[in-house]
């Protein structure tokens, strides 16, 4: 099933300490297990910048990972701030051009959601670097299993409805802050009808509220077809478990809004992936599904989620 022989490791969110080579290092040899080479972003590390535009240079950077035909799929190792700065150096219409999967988290979901936007192009909400974390044997084997055998293993998180029964339509969202930095632009996905994908690692009660007043006044609740709330590691760590829908029904006041609730997509080591800017399908009854395409195309892929 593999078609896929080169992977692109970029940085497209805050550059690696140079301390990082060494993790570079092992998850690139943990790819070549799989049967996957690597190449490098020219912008990865702290050292890689000096006085140039850093924003146009890590944009310059996936851009040319994009145009390269060797290259197969992209994977983005970073996080923190700075994903948005990027987005008004980049040439959408590569993305477009030589469609890739581009595999990324937290502050990426800034990039992974103005891609779509903006070219229909999905991607994958997940973290390479958990490949080499402290739940790196089960994650390997999912990741393999998806990679070779089309499994399902990798995208199967487990949910349990809230409010509703039922939500359909494309998936976005991701990082709730990350997300909302795209509020106001261009490169805010396209909301009505779809199903709003919102995590979060740090923020307390007062924070996430706010994030999720913004969502309200932005109008997207009433819009969507659903919402589904990974993991709040600050906020469930301070107020518990089910702090994120409770918090989210007493903002929202909106029993008709479906709700779900995974404990495993998120910022944690044992995470699961799920596709922006693809077609979901999610049921109370446990019959779930989740359809694997580039939005452009016309064939579907279906991989059945248990």
Not at 175 to 188: D, H, Q, S, V, W
Request: with cysteine; proline share 4%.
């Amino acid at each position: 099933m593999n078609q896929w022989k080169k992977a692109g490791i970029v940085c497209c969110s805050d550059p690696l300490p140079d301390s990082f080579v060494p993790q570079i290092e092992k998850l690139c040899q943990v790819f070549a297990s799989m049967g996957l080479s690597c190449v490098r972003s020219t912008a990865l590390f702290s050292s890689d910048f000096r006085c140039e535009n850093s924003m146009k240079k890590k944009a310059d950077a996936l851009l040319q990972m994009m145009r390269d035909p060797s290259v197969s799929v992209i994977f983005d190792v970073s996080g923190g701030d700075l994903t948005n700065g990027i987005l008004p150096y980049l040439d959408f219409g590569a993305f477009s051009a030589y469609p890739k999967l581009i595999f990324g988290y937290s502050d990426v979901t800034a990039l992974l959601n103005a891609v779509y936007q903006m070219t229909g192009v999905p991607s994958v909400l997940y973290s390479v670097k958990n490949l080499i974390g402290k739940d790196a044997d089960v994650q390997i084997k999912r990741f393999s299993s998806f990679l070779h055998e089309a499994s399902n293993m990798l995208f199967s998180p487990e949910w349990s409805f809230v409010q509703g029964e039922k939500m359909t339509g494309v998936l976005i969202g991701g990082n709730i802050r990350c997300l909302l930095k795209l509020a106001g632009t261009p490169y805010f996905p396209a909301y009505e009808d779809a199903v709003l994908l919102l995590e979060s690692r740090s923020g307390d009660e007062n924070r996430i509220r706010a994030y999720f007043d913004q969502l309200l006044c932005m109008g997207v609740f009433s819009k969507v077809s659903g919402v589904l709330l990974g993991t709040f590691t600050e906020l469930e760590r301070i107020c518990g478990k089910d702090a994120p829908q409770r918090l989210l029904r007493s903002v929202v006041r909106d029993s008709s809004l479906t709700i779900a609730k995974t404990q495993t997509v998120g910022h944690g080591s044992d995470s699961y992936a799920l596709p922006i800017g693809m077609f979901v399908s999610l049921c109370a009854d446990g019959e779930k599904a989740v359809r694997l395409q580039f939005a452009h195309h016309s064939d579907y892929d279906i991989i059945p989620l248990h």
